[in-house]
């Protein structure tokens, strides 16, 4: 199918005109979601937004097709995503926040920074299926070393110092975006989320809102998830600032976040070491020598913890499973000991 420019502006390939092949065979007619609001979402098509009506959710940066009837607007099919950013919301089930993301920007504010949640947002990301890049927010409002300090902490990902006042970082997130990948803006209220969005698109396009002058919290500016087109190619979505982000299920996100760790785990006597109490933890004995970082260590657990409950929640069976690993685990660490 012949793609015009619009659609290619907004990522479309050769791979999602396959996908949606069929629809668009029986006369359905392509787009991607640029804003969900309440049974009803926003298409970008070739020939402007549409507002479709629907009782499935899709998520902002689904390609769909959409089956058009006079003023009816209904959605024919949505193609299978190539990543998805999501999180176990409070009650427990997975919400998709952004579809076929490339990029995922962790945005970490300088005047405000919790490393922990932002390995935690890393973990996410990496689950997603995209690339995190951490942007850390409002640099010219940073105490000295706070780059270097966030970089020896974090593994494998890349960090950015980004300030929509001194223009700092912002080349480098459009260059990152081009020529048409996806990214998606993850961070607490307040991080500077829609105002780096402002200054891609060049125009202030997105409300911002002054944090609290206390304790430099947000205030919940953004309320809606959405899509924009960056002039300089590429799409950006911007989210509202989540309090909770709990990871829905363990694909690989812990691991990719925390490489030095897993590297150390390596050497534990123990293939299912909990890094806490085991005799012979490679990973204890880093934290000793200084090679892993304690806290880092310490969320990691945390992280992983947390990854087990969830799946036990969701099966019991490998619940009872655990049990009997913790059982015959606690049988080798006695046996260890008793034959020192
Ligand atoms: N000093 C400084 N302030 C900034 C910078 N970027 C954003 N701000 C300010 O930080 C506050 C919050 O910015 P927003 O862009 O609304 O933050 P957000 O991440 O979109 O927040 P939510 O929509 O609530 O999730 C606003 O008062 C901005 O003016 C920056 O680079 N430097
Ligand atoms: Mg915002
Ligand atoms: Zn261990």
Redo the contacts with the bound molecule.
Sequence with gaps: MEADGSLLRLGWDEGIAALLADAVAAGAVPGRVVRIERGACTVATGDGDRVAHTRTAPAVGDWVALRVEGDDVTLATTAERRSALARRDPAGLTQVLAANVDIVFVTAPADRLSVARVERETALAWDSGARPVVLLTKFDLAPAGLVDRLRDRLTGVEVVPTSVLTGEGTREMAAALQPSRTAVLLGPSGAGKSSLVNVLLGSDVLATGEVRSGDHRGRHTTTARQLFLVPSGGVLIDTPGLRSLSLPADHGGVAAAFPDIEAA?DG???GD???EH?PA????AAVADGTLDAARVENYRKLRSELDFEARRDDPQTAQAAKRVGRVRSKAIRQFYSER
């Design positions: 785990a534990c006597r123990f070491c909990s890094h085991e933890c490679a990973v204890i």
